[in-house]
């Protein structure tokens, strides 16, 4: 069993920025597909972006393309989410998961674990 933990949420105004971390402490993340999702009020879990086991291949979701970045430090066991330019629609609980599959695509229902997520509110 692998407990992933998110930090990083939080209140912040249209066009600022925040950077979600997600850690799994006493276990090797490196080994893992990293995704993030997220899920507003009312509306599904979506995709948002992944990294690959080494962090040389990444992809988002169209909604967050050119402002959010994802990457990972293999040595300090953390991935990161950096969020730029924010907008209101990106308010939601955001969820980091791992995956076991080295597939260039892993759909949603084949992350092994999931952390609790951490909750972004952008404001106008």
């Known amino acids: 069993q692998v407990q992933l933990v998110e930090s990083g949420g939080g209140l912040v105004q249209v066009g600022g920025s925040l950077r979600l971390s997600c850690a799994a402490p006493?276990?090797?993340?490196?080994?893992?597909?990293i995704g993030w999702f997220r899920q507003s009020p009312g509306k599904d879990r979506e995709f948002v972006a992944r990294?690959?086991?080494?962090?040389?291949?990444?992809y988002y979701a169209d909604s967050v393309k050119d402002r959010f970045t994802i990457s990972r430090d293999n040595v300090k066991n953390t991935v990161y989410l950096e969020m730029n330019n924010l907008k209101p629609e990106d308010t939601a609980v955001y969820y980091c998961?791992?995956?076991?599959?080295?597939?260039?695509?892993?759909?949603?229902?084949?992350?092994?674990?999931w952390g609790p997520g951490t909750q972004v509110n952008v404001s106008l």
């Open positions: 006493g276990r090797t993340l490196s080994i893992y597909t």
């Open positions: 998961a791992a995956s076991v599959s080295a597939a260039a695509w892993v759909p949603q229902a084949s992350y092994n674990y």
């Open positions: 990294i690959r086991r080494s962090g040389d291949s990444t």
